[in-house]
C-alpha cells in the first residue's frame, strides 16, 4: 500500500512538473514581450532583468506617433472579419451538404480540400499572385481575403464536418415533420446548435487571418495597404532595431486574440472536442 501511495504521489509529481515546465516554456516568450513593451526605452538596453520596471508608455507612443500602426490595423480588422465572414459562409455550407444530401464523391470533396489546407503558404501565394496579377487585382485587400480563405475554408469545413455528423438528424428530420422547410429546419434547429462548431471555425480563420505574413507580404505592395505582420516588418532596419516599440506592436496584435479566447473559450473547447469524433 505505501508503494503504490509513492508511485501515485511520484507520476504527480511528474505530472505537475511537466505541465509547470511547458507552462513556462509557452508563456515565457508573451511575458518577455508584454515586459519589453512596458520598459522605458533608455534602460532597455542597459538592463537586462525578468522584473518588470520602470514602467512607461513611451514605446506605444512612439509606435503610434511615427508609424501608420492605426492603418495596419484598420486594414488587418477589414481584413480578417471578411475572411472570417467568408469562410463561415461557405464552409457551413459545404460541410452541411456533404453530411445532408445524398451527394456522388463526398468524400472526395473533404479529402481534396484537406489536401489543399496542406500545402505551404508560400508555396500557393506566388501562383495566386500571378493570377491576381492578371486580373487587374494586385496590391488589393480582395486578393489577400481569397488568399487567406484558401487555407481558412478548407480547415473550416473540415472541423464542421465532423461536427454536423455527430448532430442528430432526428431533430432534424422532426423540425420538418412539423411543418418546416429543410431550409427553416437548418435557421432554426441546426445552426443554432452549431455554434460552438462555428465558434471554432471562427476564431480559427480570424487567427490565420490575423497573424499571415506570407500572402501578406507577396500580395500587398504599397503601404497603405499593408496589414499589421508586415506593417511592423518594415520596423526593422538595416542600423537599428527598435525594440521597445516592436514589442508594443505585437503586443497590440495580440490584445484581440487574448480577448477572443477569453469570451470564447467554452464555445472553442466544446467545438474543437466535437470536431475531433472519429468519422
Known sequence: MRNEL????SSRLALYTAMLVTFVYCFFPVYWMLVTSVREPKVLYNTVSLIPGPFSL????LLLAATDYPTWFANSVFVATVTVLITLVFSVLIAYSVTRLRMRGKTAIIGTMLLAYMFPPLLVAIPLYTIFAQLGL???HLALIISHCTITLPLGVWL???FFKQQPIDVEEAAMVDGCSRLAAFFRVVLPLSLPGITTVA???FLLSWTDYTFALVMIDSDS???LPVGLETMVGQYELRDGELMAGTSLIALPLLALFIFL???FIHGLAAGAIKR
Open 58 to 61: 513611451e514605446n506605444y507612443r
Open 160 to 162: 464542421l464536418w465532423g
Open 6 to 9: 509513492e508511485v501515485s504521489l
Open 138 to 140: 494586385a496590391n488589393t
Open 265 to 267: 473559450n467554452r464555445y
Open 203 to 205: 476564431i480559427f480563420s
Open 225 to 227: 495597404q499593408k496589414t
